[in-house]
């Protein structure tokens, strides 16, 4: 039982063309069996035809003796009552006659050999006689003599004759039944084979249908539920949002998703009838057939590629890429899979968080630098005007007048100085915070540069310095004024806090075609390299005091790089020490 299991289990195994060849083979073997037997068959009856003919045959030459006997007999005896020369002519030509027929029989019973076993007898007989009876013992021979001596010879003739007639009747007859049960019997035996193969044929072709359509019908339903099985798989592999595709071993494309086509923009049946050259840039395409190259050849994958990619509209894309081999059921490569991702998002995601993190990392410094200045710069002014009011306080009655003089005025450069910090601190503030109001407009720098002047010219006046400006009054920019007017008050405040007494300061504006250039140009004490680089960085700058010890946080420089920033234009500065610095700033034109 489990052999027969096995085998059907075999037979299952073998594919359809495989089956349906051993059929024909079968097939074929069966038809040749049977014409095999209708062949031999047909022989049997033609062998006992030519049995049947050559024993009629026999027959014919036979009588054909007999008939030469006869007539030989007649004109013996015609001749022997006339003794004519014509009588003599027929009774040799009879006898000519005998002689031929003898030797037709002779070449018939020749091969056979139980028909010449019998036809020896006749035939030494015949041929005794007919020797006696020659021409020359005729035309010596009188006629009584030959008379009885014809009569002698056809006596013996005859009895042979009888008896080689009688035997070879008894013969042709034994021989043709013996033939026709032989004959009866292999037709029957043939008729039983041909039966038999008639039988097993229709029930090899019958169990060969059977299992055909059996198998027909289960790779029919295999195929159904392949169909169905290929069209679930196509509709997650469309309706997936990976960029799915394969390709073959020649690295083209042989499949594509829907996200794929959406993401590059492509038709489907154009892809596949061509490579990826327009998928993709030249340089990009290189790369990615040398991967693919990588992995058929080596049978390795590759995940987690991240690549910024060009679409032939210009736009790029970051894609993540994951590609695998494709084997057989020989382990050989045929064909790469791929699936890709768009994590454009992610990486711009990315990106804002590492521009968030600087940005908080920053936040984070001006934190602590606003903190530093609140707990030392904010609170020295305080610390110096407490000193100073309780002096007056206390010792109000005994100062003089000079002394209280004094004493109102420190506390009214702490109470300025202390303004302009808030100022800064504030107005740093708001830009931090993204609230400070910025209202560009179209302004004249002649304007604000000269209110400026205003503003200084007493701190510049107390420490005998000369603020000039020699510039086109003509000179326009599109900014917001306040800002501006910002920008320029605390360079010129921090130009007078570095300039040495009797000093010079230039305030100039240039136009530069498309943008207006304004510099504020001392000769004080100038500064290192390494101080100039980090001047307008919250984080690298160190104040120091000025010429007259004046204090400073150089929070004012940096609110003076966020105004210009915020204008889109560039602060810049140029110094050496000893020999004064140089800082000029840049603002747009037009909007």
């Known amino acids: ?7 059907l289990n075999k037979w299952r195994g073998i594919p359809i063309e495989r089956k349906i060849a051993i059929s024909w083979v079968i097939s074929i073997l069966v038809v040749v069996s049977l014409s095999a037997i209708l062949y031999l068959s047909k022989k049997e009856l033609h062998q006992s035809s030519d049995v049947i003919a050559l024993n009629t045959e026999l027959r014919s030459a036979t009588q054909d003796i007999l008939a030469s006997i006869q007539k030989l007999e007649i004109s013996s005896k015609r001749f022997i009552l006339t003794g004519s020369k014509k009588d003599s002519v027929k009774y040799f030509a009879n006898l000519d006659s005998l002689q031929n027929n003898l030797l037709r029989l002779e070449s018939l019973v020749k091969d056979k050999p139980r028909f010449f076993k019998l036809f020896l007898p006749l035939q030494r007989t015949i041929r005794n006689e007919l020797y006696k009876i020659n021409h020359l013992s005729f035309s010596i021979r009188n006629a009584k003599i030959f008379d009885l001596e014809i ?5 013996n003739i005859y009895k042979k004759l009888d008896n080689f007639w009688q035997l070879l009747d008894d013969e042709e007859e034994q021989a043709t039944l013996e033939q026709i049960q032989v004959l009866h019997s292999k037709i029957n035996k043939n008729l039983n084979y041909f039966l038999i193969l008639i039988i097993t044929y229709i029930f090899l072709l ?4 059977v299992i055909i359509t059996s198998d027909v019908k289960k790779r029919r339903r295999l ?10 798989l196509d509709t997650i592999i469309n309706t997936a949002p990976a960029l799915i595709f394969v390709k073959d071993i020649e690295k083209k494309f042989t499949l594509l998703n829907k996200s794929f086509l959406d993401f590059f923009k492509v038709d489907k049946e154009k892809v596949l009838l061509r490579n990826n050259e327009k998928l993709v840039p030249r340089n990009e395409q290189w790369l990615a057939n040398e991967e693919d190259e990588a992995i058929i050849k080596n049978k390795i994958s590759l995940s987690n590629i991240e690549r910024q990619t060009t679409l032939a509209n210009g736009t790029t894309r970051w894609l993540n890429i994951n590609k695998a081999p494709m084997f057989d059921e020989n382990n050989n490569v045929v064909g790469i899979v791929g699936v890709m991702d768009d994590i454009t998002r992610r990486i711009e995601f990315q990106n804002a968080l590492i521009d968030t993190q600087k940005k908080l990392e920053e936040l984070n410094k001006q934190k602590d630098k606003f903190f530093s200045i609140v707990a030392h710069d904010l609170r020295s002014p305080f610390t110096g005007m407490l000193g100073f009011a309780e002096i007056l306080s206390e010792d109000y009655a005994e100062l ?3 002394d209280k003089k004094f004493y109102i005025d420190n506390i009214q450069l702490s109470l300025k100085s202390l303004l302009s910090l808030i100022d800064n601190l504030l107005t740093w503030a708001r830009l931090n915070l993204n609230r400070a109001d910025y209202n560009p407009k179209e302004i004249s720098l002649a304007e604000i540069i000269h209110s400026v002047i205003r503003s200084q010219n007493i701190a510049a ?4 310095i000369e603020l000039q400006s020699d510039f086109n009054e003509n000179i326009f920019a599109f900014a917001d004024p306040d800002m501006v007017e910002t920008v320029v008050r605390n360079l010129v405040s921090n130009a007078i806090k ?4 009797e000093g010079i300061i230039k305030i100039n504006a240039f136009d530069n075609g498309q943008s207006i250039k304004v510099e504020i140009e001392d000769n004080g004490v100038g500064m290192k390299p390494e101080i100039a680089n980090n001047l307008f960085k919250i984080n690298a700058h160190a104040t120091s005091k000025g010429t007259n ?3 400073g946080t150089g929070l004012g420089l940096i609110i003076c790089k966020e105004f210009v920033e915020k204008h889109g234009g560039t602060i810049s500065v140029t110094s050496e020490a000893g020999q004064g610095t140089t800082i000029s700033f840049t603002l747009p034109k037009k909007p």
Request: no cysteine; glycine share 0%; aromatic share 4%.
């Open 1 to 7: 039982m489990r052999k027969n299991v096995s085998i």
């Open 151 to 155: 009569i002698r010879i056809e006596e």
């Open 498 to 501: 570095f300039t040495n007494a």
């Open 400 to 402: 003089s007048e000079e």
């Open 223 to 232: 195929a159904a539920e392949i169909a169905e099985s290929r069209k679930e």
């Open 206 to 209: 019958t169990a060969l249908f």
């Open 549 to 551: 010890d004046e204090k």
């Open 461 to 464: 006046v107390n420490k005998r």
